[in-house]
């Protein structure tokens, strides 16, 4: 089923202590994108300046994802960040940050992608994800990212947000201060109640639950990557591969969002491998099958 | 198979978001014994002090634990530990100690007791844990415990220990520390290199690695439990459950040590439900085979 996201395209220079990647190609939709396209065709909606040097249609050549929602404004610049990682690589400190065309109006939904079944809305502004899924007219689930701070400014808007969706993705520090509770089991909870029927608690390197209004749990943890280079768009992988597997499914029951959520922890496994879109783009489907069959045996006791 | 374990023996005071414990009967050896006494029969090592107000006969009442190691110092005290825990209560801040009889000799290995089996050092100097090992004959299956202190202060007789010992149970600083590697994969592989045969990483609430070393790798996540509240105990009631279940099976291939990995995870769940050890000793073994099962079908996707 069709499957739309839109979030950020950005030029990224990344540090690790494996080496810098310097104005790399990054942005949660292009993570998102390149992870669901295994799985199922998507909708990208997202905006770039006159300066990008990338050629989206390019890089995603042979992969099924569609770019009408791709604008280009030639008065504007392209999102860029930078940002670093140090010692386990658990978290990125930003180290540079110009928003350029994400302050702008967002870009809008081409007439052909308002029948979405399947939205996913990357993190921005709760305000702007509710403008987005107000143009859409027949969506079946919804999920959507956020951060922490939304959470601290922006908590009217992201509380009626979460009365629209379907599905939160977030990561613990995020859920623990949305919910303002410490047991992530009882946070995951208690979000479910303030609206979406699923939550999903990415946790890293220690992997992810996933929690339904009616208490149906599911805990898994990441797969046990040894080679970890760059954390950059290991979320957005993994919600790329939880959304475009369920799209590709067509079915959002327990069993399959649990599946979803193993295979959003494989493909990020790839992702991590390598900086920027390297890990993903030298990954083929059957390499994410035979990872998750090795994940499914590695956790079996 | 006969299981040796020796540690401490403690009064705690523990402080937690949820009240506050004074006085009450912990250490490593007692948690490590109540937890291994669900699988096997339990040789206890330890010292008192004439202050100790616990009559540990009475507290392990028809448990399978043998107390012929029990030292009783009327010229000492015992051990105390004063601690608290804050918010997500991942780690114990220590308010108070008073090593006391832990600073003296160690207790002597009871005749009866030199031929045990399997053998759990719980945590203390690595010279202390060596002198303990040299009095045993016939040890199949030894595992220790150590922390940062002596990881940091006492990294010689630390690896003399390694060359000695089956199996290495830590927590992921620790791993992390003495493997010098960020990543726990490869740092559970460097430390098998460096002698045990098999090293198990505590993780918390995020679950446990164990990795052997010829590569077996096995993950499993935590028990999500929704009641936290006192985590005093977790780590050695995992290691009891661990090596209860071993001693129990009399047998320590992959297939057996990923169930003790389970088994040791799950009692771990039962201590931080509660304080002290009324957690623990509110449990049954069949509990323990229900929420064994409950893990299985959690993780399965």
Chains 1, 2 share one sequence.
Request: aromatic share 10%.
């Amino acid at each position: 089923m069709s499957l739309l996201v839109t979030g950020s395209i950005g030029i990224d220079t990344v540090k690790t202590p494996f080496g810098v990647s310097k104005d790399c190609l990054g942005g949660s939709a292009v993570y998102f994108s390149m992870a669901a396209s295994f799985f199922t065709p998507v909708r990208f909606l997202g905006a770039i300046g006159a300066d990008c040097p990338f050629d989206l249609k390019k890089v995603f050549k042979k992969r099924p994802v569609d770019f009408a929602g791709l604008e280009v404004r030639y008065e504007s610049k392209t999102f860029r960040w930078a940002g670093s990682y140090q010692g386990a690589m658990n978290e990125a400190t930003t180290d540079a940050v110009e928003l350029n065309v994400l302050a702008e109006s967002p870009p809008k939904i081409p007439e052909e992608y308002k029948d979405s079944k399947f939205v996913f809305l990357a993190n921005t502004a709760p305000i702007l994800q509710i403008q987005l899924l107000e143009q859409l007219n027949n969506a079946k689930f919804v999920a959507a990212d956020t951060m922490n701070l939304w959470i601290k400014n922006n908590l009217a808007d992201l509380k009626r947000l979460l009365k629209k969706i379907d599905c939160l993705i977030l990561n613990e520090t995020e859920a623990r201060m949305l919910a303002n509770e410490h047991n992530l089991i009882t946070a995951a909870g208690k979000i479910t109640k303030s609206g979406p029927s699923v939550v999903v608690i990415k946790k890293g390197e220690s992997g992810s639950i996933i929690r339904q209004k009616n208490g149906d749990l599911f805990v898994l943890p990441a797969y046990p990557a040894m080679l970890v280079k760059d954390p950059t768009g290991a979320g957005d992988s993994f919600a790329g591969g939880f959304m475009g597997y369920l799209a590709g499914s067509k079915k959002t029951d327990f069993a399959t969002l649990k599946k979803a959520v193993a295979y959003g922890t494989v493909v990020a496994s790839f992702t991590i491998a390598d900086f920027s879109l390297k890990g993903l783009t030298k990954t083929t489907r059957r390499d994410i099958d035979k990872r998750l069959k090795e994940l499914g045996k590695l956790i079996k006791f």
